[in-house]
């Protein structure tokens, strides 16, 4: 298991589809891409920017709920790719000790890590297989950066709760 890191939020231009990097975090040179929905992108940028929510959306909520049972989250794993879907599990730990494993979507389990401080993972297996070489701070340039905060705050502005009735 690699220890990664939530790296960046972003939209694919070519499908306009948010997509989050989760960056190997102690030899970062590869990033898995993950593509998930707008409400979970909004969700995890929102946690990441730490932005106060009047009240509590479904990952708050989720957090709570583990709290409330004495629970907490310890880790989050991507673990494979099938049929063109990433797959996850969420490592809970409860009151006497025992672990619990809970298969979930990766962006749900990202959400939730994110919220917590969670360490994150990527099977080995899944980051040689569908991994990507990521640029060098000294290779990217700030321009590119801003560039893609700037899609990524238009494709916010775009989404009304609305587009969401029918998920």
Aim: hydrophobic residues 45%.
């Amino acid at each position: 298991m690699l220890e990664v890191r939530l790296a960046d939020v972003r939209v694919d231009l070519s499908s306009n589809t948010p997509v989050i990097l989760l960056e190997e975090k102690l030899d970062a040179r590869r990033a898995l891409p993950v593509y998930i929905g707008a409400p979970e992108a909004t969700a995890i940028a929102l946690a990441i920017q730490h932005v106060p929510v009047s009240r509590p959306m479904s990952h708050d909520l989720m957090l709570d709920i583990i709290s409330a049972l004495g629970a907490s989250l310890e880790k989050i794993v991507v673990t494979e790719e099938r049929d063109e879907t990433y797959y996850a599990e969420m490592y809970l730990k409860v009151k006497n000790g025992n672990e619990i494993v809970l298969s979930c979507r990766p962006s749900d389990a990202i959400a939730l890590a994110t919220r917590c401080d969670a360490q994150m993972y990527v099977a080995d297996e899944l980051m040689d297989q569908a991994g990507i070489p990521i640029e060098t701070e000294t290779e990217s340039t700030s321009e590119d950066g801003e560039e893609l905060v700037g899609q990524f705050r238009a494709f916010l502005d775009r989404v009304n709760p609305e587009d969401f009735e029918n998920l």
